[in-house]
């Protein structure tokens, strides 16, 4: 199992930058995958942006060339740097580790942290 705890949300106005920070209870070196994901009022939820255990990253269309994923495996950290903020990038903003099991792929989920993009 893995606990996760994000911060780093909070109101900023548009264009500006914010960055999110997710800290788990382990070594996240081996974790298959540590996702970013947000979900906004009377939405599904959805993906930002993930790092594989191989360090490959992927992002919604959405925030490429503005958002970045990275992890620093010695403080068990995944970071999600926010510029270039947008009011549609208000949402709250969840971290998932999937963690490769007996029976297979497990998710665990962080309490989230609400972003705000506002002037």
């Keep these: 199992q893995v606990q996760l705890v994000e ?48 360090d490959s990253t992927n992002y ?5 060339g503005r958002f970045t994923i990275s992890r620093d495996n010695a403080k068990n950290t995944v970071y999600l740097q926010m510029n270039s903020l947008k009011p549609e990038d208000t949402a709250a903003y969840y971290c998932r580790a999937d963690v490769v099991g007996v029976r297979g792929m497990n998710n665990y989920w962080g309490q989230g942290t609400q972003v705000t993009v506002s002037s």
């Design 60 to 64: 919604a269309d959405s925030v490429k």
């Design 7 to 54: 911060s780093g949300g909070g109101l900023v106005q548009p264009g500006g930058s914010l960055r999110l920070s997710c800290a788990a209870s382990r070594s996240i070196s081996s974790i298959y995958a540590m996702g970013w994901y947000r979900q906004a009022p009377g939405k599904q939820r959805e993906l930002v942006a993930v790092i594989m255990i191989g």
